[in-house]
């Protein structure tokens, strides 16, 4: 058994890490969920200009209200104060750019294909109606944050070649002095 298991793990191939420039560039191309740069640009702009009511969310979600739980007595018993505010995934995601939209569907309020926010935090159903809206707009900003990575500047892009550079001189230099070393390890063949 024991040398089944170091047969395992001699046949698991060993595969070396990229280059550090290169896995900090492949993680923020990662993070674009494979959208195009014209959609990345397009979803840019959008956050620029998103606000709070640039989303009909009124119009296309449902908001109802139910008893809160937890401590509040006669508040709790008798007041319908706890919103949940469900909107449709089909008609959230027509309004928002489709670079965003795999982040959005990963979002911990997505169930049975709808957004559902819900929030009993205030004794109030008004509050708690903005505090569900509040919510959803803050995972559709967060959603972009992680989805749309910021534009690399002239100067990022140069840092990066001179890094990359430098790092590929390191390595030959080193390359290099590995071989000398062997080389005068050799016989040299006038002994």
Not at 32 to 51: F, I, K, N, T, Y
Not at 112 to 117: C, E, K, L, Q, R
Not at 127 to 155: F, M, W
């Amino acid at each position: 058994m024991l040398r089944s298991r170091l047969l395992a793990r001699t046949l698991i191939p060993i595969t070396r890490s990229p280059h550090p420039v290169q896995r900090a560039l492949s993680s923020a191309r990662d993070r674009s969920s494979g959208a195009s740069d014209e959609e990345l640009r397009v979803a840019r702009s959008w956050l620029a200009s998103l606000h709070a009511e640039a989303i009909p969310l009124k119009s296309i979600g449902g908001l109802s209200f139910s008893r809160s739980s937890g401590p509040g007595g006669q508040n709790v018993n008798k007041v319908n104060s706890k919103a949940t505010l469900r909107v449709p995934l089909d008609a959230l995601l027509q309004h928002v750019p489709t670079a965003l939209h795999s982040e959005i569907k990963r979002s911990r309020y997505v169930a049975s294909n709808a957004m559902i926010v819900q929030a009993d935090d205030s004794r109030k159903q008004s509050d708690n109606a903005r505090s569900c809206y509040k919510r959803l707009y803050d995972v559709i900003v967060q959603a972009g944050y992680h989805a749309v990575p910021n534009e690399t500047s002239a100067e990022q892009l140069q840092l990066v070649k001179n890094l990359q550079k430098s790092d590929n001189e390191r390595r030959l230099k080193s390359k290099k002095q590995q071989s000398a070393k062997k080389s005068a390890r050799r016989g040299r063949g006038d002994d």
